[in-house]
């Protein structure tokens, strides 16, 4: 999927919680492994700021990417 700008990052694994998913990617910008949260309300997953350029970052600037939503049983 191309989301124009934004890198996409590759879903590794989601684990469920009582209250939220929690959704470890491979970062398109470091390499590294991230954790986001993903909460049961919503359908997708989207855009995420990456961990490690900092958290002021707005969603849809440098240093934030598309997660896509992977199938969940």
Do not use: F
Request: proline share 12%; with cysteine.
């Amino acid at each position: 999927m191309s989301t124009g700008v934004l890198p996409v990052a590759e879903v590794l694994s989601v684990t469920p919680t009582k209250t939220t998913r929690l959704v470890v990617i491979r970062c398109p910008i470091c390499g590294r492994q991230h954790c986001h949260g993903w909460p049961y309300s919503l359908g997708s997953i989207g855009t995420r700021v990456a961990h490690c350029v900092g958290r002021n970052v707005p969603p849809g600037s440098p240093g934030s990417y598309y997660v896509p939503t992977p199938e969940v049983s």
